[in-house]
């Protein structure tokens, strides 16, 4: 008796393997082990995201942007153009109190990208931005948004976000908020954002469109390296002297403020270059043509 019960259990143990070993081929394929569902879970973190997925996701903000109430928009749109008058701020604190050098500027820009780190990271609603998310659904068969919602959306951010950096250059040119040295140093950012001609500027500015429109086209699939991202990128625009229609705003509204520039020159030669140049680079250089490779993949 003892001997048949050793017997069934050593059967009993060579069935129970080779169940085990069926479940494996039939989970991996392979043999390989079955995942656990937080293994699972990495692993998908782990992969990175399709063009035609990163697409879906900025379809989706765009659509939930567009639906959005005017009044929050307008609001959330001073809140960034307040906040982007931090990068004015941070630049010009590294212009004023780092020694006068060649690898100045390359140190001072870092500044550049604080405004942004602010407005992205605090979800508040910046213009150039959204000259991406909005006009994906637009382009997309899935979405039926018409024009006027999305000029609606431009038009509400813009105005409040140029709104915002006015208030904040002024406040800064009008009060003792700032020292005399940093005052100094954001005169000298305005005037330098206001040099060049007016095709100079547009041109910079279709660079600027660009970058911010990759940048969002890259936020989805950050996941824990969008601080990084941004400024990175935003560094890329402010060491490159391209022009932005929000940040560039508070510098030269400040030089405006002070009487180092006239009021006419930012309008004519800065505000309608600059936003064209926007506008131009995030939408046909990165929106149209990332909708175009999503497009053909599905044909």
Avoid: C
């Avoid at 903000?61 to 639906?67: A, C, D, I, K």
């Amino acid at each position: 008796m003892l001997e048949v019960s050793e017997e069934a259990g050593a059967r009993a143990a060579l069935e129970e393997e080779r169940k085990k070993r069926e479940t494996g081929e039939q989970a991996g394929g392979d043999g390989a082990a079955e995942l656990s569902p937080e293994e699972e879970r990495k692993k998908r973190e782990a992969k990175s995201l399709d063009a035609k997925t990163t697409y879906e996701v900025i379809r989706e903000q765009g659509e939930s942007e567009l639906e959005r109430a005017p009044s929050a928009l307008a609001w959330s749109g001073l809140a960034a153009g307040l906040s982007m008058g931090l990068s004015m701020v941070a630049e010009g604190a590294l212009h004023a109190y780092l020694p006068d050098a060649p690898w100045r500027p390359l140190v001072a820009k870092l500044g550049y990208s604080v405004g942004f780190l602010a407005v992205i990271l605090g979800s508040q609603q910046l213009f150039t931005e959204n000259t991406l998310t909005p006009i994906v659904p637009y382009l997309s068969k899935k979405s039926d948004v018409p024009l006027w919602k999305v000029l609606r959306l431009w038009g509400i951010v813009l105005a409040a976000n140029i709104l915002g950096t006015l208030l904040f250059a002024l406040f800064s040119a009008y009060t003792e908020l700032f020292r005399p040295e940093l005052r100094n140093a954001f005169a000298a950012l305005g005037t330098e954002a206001l040099g060049g001609t007016w095709g100079g500027t547009f041109v910079r500015a279709i660079g600027a469109g660009w970058v911010i429109a990759l940048m969002v086209w890259m936020l989805p699939d950050a996941k824990y390296s969008r601080f990084a991202v941004i400024v990175v990128m935003a560094y890329v625009i402010g060491v490159a002297h391209f022009s932005h229609i929000i940040a560039g705003s508070a510098e030269v509204l400040y030089a405006a403020a002070i009487g180092a520039v006239p009021w006419s020159a930012y309008l004519v030669d800065f505000m309608i270059p600059t936003l064209l140049g926007n506008v131009l680079g995030g939408t046909t250089l990165v929106a149209a043509l990332n909708h175009a490779q999503v497009s053909a993949g599905k044909e």
